[in-house]
């Protein structure tokens, strides 16, 4: 598993474009994917913030803190939930 196939993942399920993971859009559904793929990376492949932010968009590292947070408060709608479970049976396959 790598950041692109979770952000991969991720965008499909929210249903926007790849691209959304790294460009400047500030789209609230594209910020929402963002954020969820920025927690998942953090979570799965034990990224730090520095690095979370370059590999979405060359952020800096208190976005790609704010962005983990923010998705933290998604939680409560299930969605990362949801990933979550796709991306362990990924790494079980």
Same mark, same amino acid.
């Given at each position: 598993?790598?950041t692109?196939?979770?952000?991969?993942?991720?965008?499909?399920?929210?249903?926007?474009?790849?691209?959304?993971?790294?460009d400047?859009? #500030? @789209?609230?559904?594209?910020?929402?994917? &963002?954020?969820? *793929?920025?927690?998942?990376?953090?979570?799965?492949?034990? =990224?730090?913030?520095?690095?979370?932010?370059?590999?979405?968009?060359?952020?800096?590292?208190?976005?790609?803190?704010h962005?983990? #947070? @923010?998705?933290?408060?998604?939680?409560? &709608?299930?969605? *990362?939930?949801?990933?979550?479970?796709?991306?362990?049976? =990924?790494e079980?396959a």
């Amino acid at each position: 598993m790598n950041t692109r196939e979770i952000q991969s993942i991720v965008a499909d399920r929210f249903d926007v474009p790849f691209s959304a993971m790294t460009d400047a859009c #500030r @789209r609230r559904d594209y910020a929402e994917a &963002r954020f969820v *793929a920025m927690r998942l990376c953090r979570e799965f492949l034990g =990224l730090s913030y520095p690095a979370l932010g370059m590999r979405f968009g060359g952020r800096d590292h208190t976005s790609a803190w704010h962005g983990v #947070r @923010r998705a933290e408060s998604l939680d409560d &709608r299930g969605a *990362a939930d949801i990933i979550r479970n796709r991306l362990a049976a =990924l790494e079980r396959a």
